[in-house]
């Protein structure tokens, strides 16, 4: 039979499980009802921005990404919010492989450069946060369960993921996009993580997601963005 110190630890751990929902589930309900005051983009402006880079460089991915970026980095609203070092990264989720580069990342959305120049394919995730791809370069392709065709999205058009949802998504050959989520960031990473903590087992690349994604969190949080 469980001792009564031990019955006692674990109904004093239940108590405080109690005590810090009763506490936090308010505080997310708040937050959740004025989301849209903490954002500082919109997936019309993305895509406005993406669909002009598109119009002036054609498919040279290296200047769209370019024009994206500093154009964003003049505007008033989000310059100051801005990573303007071009640092790319692998990132393996959901079974797929490809690149980003962290333009913006804060608690209620990221903003990043996602592809690959040899095609990948692999599942969504299903998210906190709704999703906006915005192709730049190349054509992805994405199915749900029950439909008989493929969505198909080429340049110059966005496919937006919306919270909750799960796809089965491929970019048959070279695809570039801008990735704009908006929502509840931190619990994405888990899916971010989750492939290269069973499978690839890559550390070095974990380290340094872990890094940037971090180190531009903390510096908008202390910008007084959340």
Known sequence: MPSSRSSSGIGGWLKFFAILIGILTPIVYIL?????KFYIFSPDQLHDVAKRAISVHGNDTRAIVKHIVDELGAQVGTKSHIN???EWIF???GGAMGAMYIIHASVTEYLIIFGTAIGTEGHTGRHTA???FHILTGVQMAYVPGEYEPEIYPPGSVHHLHRGDAKQYKMPESCFALEYARGWIPPMLFFGFA?????TLDLPTLWRTTFVTGREMIANLLKGKF
């Open 32 to 36: 959740e009802q004025n989301l849209e």
């Open 84 to 86: 303007h070092d071009e």
């Open 91 to 93: 990132n393996n989720a």
């Open 130 to 132: 709704d999703d906006y």
């Open 195 to 199: 492939d290269g903590l069973s499978s």
